[in-house]
């Protein structure tokens, strides 16, 4: 099995990157935090004509009608930039939940840039950023309209979360797991993202900052710091793009679909984690200021390492598939 990117996927990354590039996110993000919207939405929007937010909208709903692969590519690039707003939902989760129940006005909605978000416990028992976003709670085998009650704020200030209630009943008889796989590959592709950018910066004040008349980064304990995130990254990486062929259905079908999306989300978010910390430890003091740009990727990294099934959820899932192979249980 080839877990290399093709030509397109590279021209798709690269798209992204450069439209994103150009939109001073840090900017927006910020704004964002301060509930102030409108440049995000600019961002979400150009995100749309590009085709992004529709990747796993079929084509006679407006979208791309493109798979598992394409959405990490972009998720990933979204990660990158920390782009704020419910990446995960609206690029994975409710698309497919939407399309699996037949819901062709709310894809077609979608594919024009409706913002959507979702909640689903015990995965995400709280949906984000309802104040932009249309919402939608999966309660079992029920998909319904969500009503946000009272919100809460993230250690990510660019996230606030609320509480689902069931509003308008769209389907009673919902098969979810599909739907929620592809929310927590995306939210592991997003901390892949992060994780490569706070290693870039970290790498890159290493090299500006000097102490004894050397660069920080000449000094072998920094380096040890940085190499160990890259290790990380390089081996959470083929994890994330195995589980999106797996949903892709481009792997034998003795491979468990979601066992491999579990084991990226951890290993994505474990190497997030560590490139947080060690970033921390490189630049040390100005690490920890709000004015920098590192901190909306070490306080989104946070969030996101337990959002859409926290680590042991997702080890505990894996344990359990693996206890249970080979009989009539075996899980998806």
């Given at each position: 099995m080839k877990f290399l990117l093709k030509e397109?996927?590279?021209?798709l990354a690269a798209a992204i990157d450069a439209m994103l590039a150009?939109?001073?996110?840090?900017?927006?993000?910020?704004?964002?935090?301060?509930?102030?919207?409108?440049?995000?939405?600019?961002?979400?929007?150009?995100?749309?004509?590009?085709?992004?937010?529709?990747?796993?909208?079929?084509?006679?709903?407006?979208?791309?009608?493109?798979?598992?692969?394409?959405?990490?590519?972009?998720?990933?690039?979204l990660g990158r930039h920390a782009v704020p707003g419910p990446v995960?939902?609206?690029?994975?989760?409710?698309?497919?939940?939407?399309?699996?129940?037949?819901?062709?006005?709310?894809?077609?909605?979608?594919?024009?840039?409706?913002?959507?978000?979702?909640?689903?416990?015990?995965?995400?028992?709280?949906?984000?950023?309802?104040?932009?976003?249309?919402?939608?709670?999966?309660?079992?085998?029920?998909?319904?309209?969500?009503?946000?009650g009272q919100l809460k704020q993230s250690v990510d200030p660019t996230r606030r979360l609320a509480t689902l209630t069931a509003g308008e009943v769209l389907d009673t008889n919902v098969d979810g797991s599909a739907a929620i796989d592809y929310a927590v590959l995306a939210t592991a592709a997003q901390l892949l993202g992060m994780g490569q950018t706070m290693l870039t910066i970290a790498a890159d004040y290493a090299k500006s900052r000097n102490q004894f008349g050397k660069p920080i980064g000449s000094f072998q304990a920094v380096k040890h710091h940085l190499a160990d995130v890259v290790v990380a990254l390089e081996m959470a990486r083929p994890l994330v793009l195995g589980a999106a062929l797996a949903l892709d259905g481009q792997v034998p079908d003795t491979v468990l679909v979601t066992r491999e999306v579990s084991a990226a989300k951890v290993a994505a978010?474990?190497?997030?984690?560590?490139?947080?910390?060690?970033?921390?430890?490189?630049?040390?003091?100005?690490?920890?200021?709000?004015?920098?740009?590192?901190?909306?990727?070490?306080?989104?990294?946070?969030?996101?390492?337990?959002?859409?099934?926290?680590?042991?959820?997702?080890?505990?899932?894996?344990l359990e598939s693996l206890r249970r192979t080979g009989t009539s249980e075996t899980p998806r």
């Amino acid at each position: 099995m080839k877990f290399l990117l093709k030509e397109e996927h590279d021209d798709l990354a690269a798209a992204i990157d450069a439209m994103l590039a150009k939109a001073d996110v840090a900017t927006a993000a910020r704004a964002w935090a301060d509930e102030k919207y409108e440049a995000g939405l600019d961002i979400w929007q150009a995100l749309t004509d590009i085709g992004v937010a529709g990747l796993l909208v079929p084509d006679e709903y407006g979208g791309s009608g493109a798979g598992a692969v394409e959405m990490v590519v972009a998720a990933e690039q979204l990660g990158r930039h920390a782009v704020p707003g419910p990446v995960a939902e609206t690029l994975g989760g409710v698309p497919i939940l939407l399309r699996d129940t037949g819901s062709v006005q709310q894809l077609e909605a979608h594919a024009r840039g409706d913002l959507t978000t979702l909640a689903a416990a015990p995965f995400a028992p709280r949906a984000v950023d309802t104040e932009v976003a249309t919402a939608y709670l999966l309660d079992g085998a029920t998909l319904s309209e969500g009503i946000a009650g009272q919100l809460k704020q993230s250690v990510d200030p660019t996230r606030r979360l609320a509480t689902l209630t069931a509003g308008e009943v769209l389907d009673t008889n919902v098969d979810g797991s599909a739907a929620i796989d592809y929310a927590v590959l995306a939210t592991a592709a997003q901390l892949l993202g992060m994780g490569q950018t706070m290693l870039t910066i970290a790498a890159d004040y290493a090299k500006s900052r000097n102490q004894f008349g050397k660069p920080i980064g000449s000094f072998q304990a920094v380096k040890h710091h940085l190499a160990d995130v890259v290790v990380a990254l390089e081996m959470a990486r083929p994890l994330v793009l195995g589980a999106a062929l797996a949903l892709d259905g481009q792997v034998p079908d003795t491979v468990l679909v979601t066992r491999e999306v579990s084991a990226a989300k951890v290993a994505a978010g474990d190497a997030a984690y560590l490139a947080a910390r060690k970033s921390l430890q490189v630049m040390g003091a100005i690490g920890y200021t709000a004015e920098h740009d590192i901190s909306l990727f070490i306080t989104k990294t946070r969030a996101l390492v337990s959002t859409w099934g926290t680590g042991a959820l997702h080890r505990e899932l894996i344990l359990e598939s693996l206890r249970r192979t080979g009989t009539s249980e075996t899980p998806r």
